[in-house]
């Protein structure tokens, strides 16, 4: 199973006179990290949120949004600073007494005064927590199932890019046969015709030393075998059971392109380099999409 990075999920709660708006939201990143915009009364479930997200979502940039309609929901009552009024009234006597002024204060002029009154908020249950909890959780599956979605359709795209890449290697090997079987020809005619222009002699097992070390400079066997193992290793990421892949399917095709560079810069042929091209352009396309997955 090939999992997205991207994928979005929302819900809306009510709980007792508590009506919430939950909305789960995740991108591309090469870490994970959980952003939380939660109202006030809510603040103390951050890490709880970030944890089950953390647990659940395995990689990417995670946004969690809560949004309660009513914030005053829970509201106990108002009362009077006490505090805050007797602080006013303590200073009001202290400027009567220190300009000699006359006057009383009135209720009428404390209601002017800012701050004198103060909303006290309720605190939400172990069940209403409960019940949150329990509806983010089931909004991170809701998030996952978007993001298998989207997954299988890039796992799709890859494989898709397998197959070309493979019907590309299958003209590009024996064409590289080809290629050095003519180079091996070339440099035979040319090291006897270097021999008879200087009239020398040259054993049969040195001439043979002489050609193999110029051939080995481009023979692409290696590279081509290493190409293939890592192509079955991407092929075997893919449908692998491991959640987390993305990584390992990008460092793999760095591999890749390790190898197909390889092999455009030994053997110098317009065939085999338009080849290695299209091969390049294949595996460009595979490493976008692999840059999605989990």
Do not use: W
């Amino acid at each position: 199973m090939v999992l997205s990075m991207t994928g979005f999920s929302s819900t809306i709660l009510e709980v007792g006179k508590i009506h919430l708006t939950m909305t789960l939201k995740s991108l591309n990143s090469r870490f994970f990290e959980v952003n939380c915009k939660l109202p006030y009364l809510l603040t103390h479930l951050e890490t709880d949120i970030i944890k089950l997200c953390k647990a659940k979502l395995y990689r990417g940039n995670v946004y969690a949004t809560v949004y309660m309609t009513n914030p005053h929901a829970l509201t106990s009552g108002i009362e009077p600073s006490l505090t805050t009024v007797g602080g006013y009234l303590k200073a009001l006597e202290t400027i009567k007494q220190q300009f000699s002024l006359s006057g009383s204060v009135s209720v009428s002029d404390i209601l002017t005064l800012p701050n004198i009154f103060e909303v006290k908020e309720g605190l939400i249950d172990e069940a209403t927590t409960a019940t949150i909890m329990q509806a983010i959780s089931e909004l991170i599956e809701s998030l996952n199932q978007t993001r298998i979605q989207e997954g299988s359709q890039l796992a799709h795209d890859i494989n898709q890019r397998i197959v070309f890449i493979k019907q590309y290697l299958e003209k590009l090997e024996p064409r590289a046969q080809e290629v050095l079987k003519q180079r091996k020809e070339t440099l035979l005619n040319n090291f006897k015709a270097v021999l008879a222009e200087n009239n020398q002699e040259v054993s049969h097992e040195s001439q043979n030393m002489m050609i193999y070390s110029q051939l080995e400079k481009m023979d692409i066997h290696e590279e081509i075998v290493r190409f293939k193992t890592h192509l079955d290793s991407l092929t075997q990421c893919l449908e692998s059971s491991n959640k987390e892949k993305g990584k390992k399917l990008d460092f793999t095709l760095q591999e890749l392109f390790r190898e197909i560079n390889t092999i455009a810069s030994k053997c110098l042929d317009a065939t085999i380099s338009s080849l290695a091209i299209n091969i390049k352009f294949e595996l460009e396309k595979a490493r976008e999409q692999s840059q999605n997955i989990v």
